[in-house]
């Protein structure tokens, strides 16, 4: 039986947060969501907010013998972030970073091409972006997400999520303009325990939530 704090799945989750992010429709803000977990729950909050809608292409750095704990992540044009805290607790060597850096890099650059066929990405010049994920476990992703967004001219950035350990809100609220979280339960293991539903979201998915935003957005914004 699921909890009263639990989330149906990632559609409900982003219902609930786009509610919570109305103030910011005056903005005309951008709507980023994070590929691939966060583009359900960035869909609802565009259509909510009425706001256009991108992916956000960033890879987490599993630590080799532990995937699921990142002790990075890799953002487009580059972008690279480490917890060297934990880079010397685990003593990662960099060849071992060196190896999961590069395949993350491989998958990074197929996504682009996958979800960017034939689109620019949309200009976040002197626009407020709100970056959209299903949860924040250690920040790190969102941390490489910010510097990506930043790089890219948007005036204020904005990191909006269902869930997240106390821990990471905190730490993304040390580099984001404003930090939006539904829940900081105090007993958090995963994102996915929130969810009555967290299967995983293809690659298919993530085209048709696009595709389908796209077709519905006029006038088209710029490239970046």
């Given at each position: 039986m699921a909890l009263a704090t639990t989330f149906v799945d990632r559609v409900d989750a982003g219902r609930l947060l786009g509610e919570e992010l109305l103030s910011f429709a005056?903005?005309?803000p951008v709507v980023?969501?994070?590929?691939?977990?966060?583009?359900?729950?960035?869909?609802?909050?565009?259509?909510?907010?009425?706001?256009?809608?991108?992916?956000?292409?960033?890879?987490?750095?599993?630590?080799?013998?532990?995937?699921?704990?990142?002790f990075g992540?890799?953002?487009e044009?580059?972008?690279?972030?480490?917890?060297q805290q934990l880079v010397r607790q685990l003593a990662l060597t960099p060849s071992e970073m060196?190896?999961?850096?590069?395949?993350?890099?491989?998958?990074?650059?197929?996504?682009?091409?996958?979800?960017r066929a034939g689109h620019d990405a949309l200009s976040l010049?002197?626009?407020t972006?709100?970056?959209?994920?299903?949860?924040?476990?250690?920040?790190?992703?969102?941390?490489?997400?910010?510097?990506?967004v930043r790089s890219r001219g948007a005036r204020a950035v904005v990191v909006a999520v269902p869930v997240a350990s106390t821990e990471a809100r905190d730490l993304i609220a040390r580099v984001a303009d404003v930090?939006?979280?539904?829940?900081?339960?105090?007993?958090?293991?995963?994102?996915?325990?929130?969810y009555e539903n967290f299967d995983q979201t293809p690659d298919d998915e993530v085209t048709r939530l696009l595709d389908e935003h796209r077709s519905q957005s006029t006038p088209k914004l710029g490239s970046a």
């Open positions: 005056p903005e005309r980023l969501g994070l590929a691939r977990g966060g583009m359900p729950v960035a869909a609802e909050v565009a259509r909510i907010l009425d706001a256009p809608l991108d992916v956000l292409l960033v890879r987490k750095l599993g630590v080799p013998y532990q995937p699921e704990l990142a992540a890799l953002g044009g580059g972008a690279k972030v480490l917890n060196a190896v999961v850096e590069e395949r993350e890099g491989v998958e990074l650059a197929r996504r682009l091409l996958l979800y010049e002197g626009r972006a709100i970056i959209v994920d299903d949860g924040l476990a250690t920040g790190a992703t969102a941390r490489v997400a910010i510097e990506v930090v939006v979280c539904l829940k900081t339960p105090a007993e958090f293991r995963a994102v996915g325990q929130w």
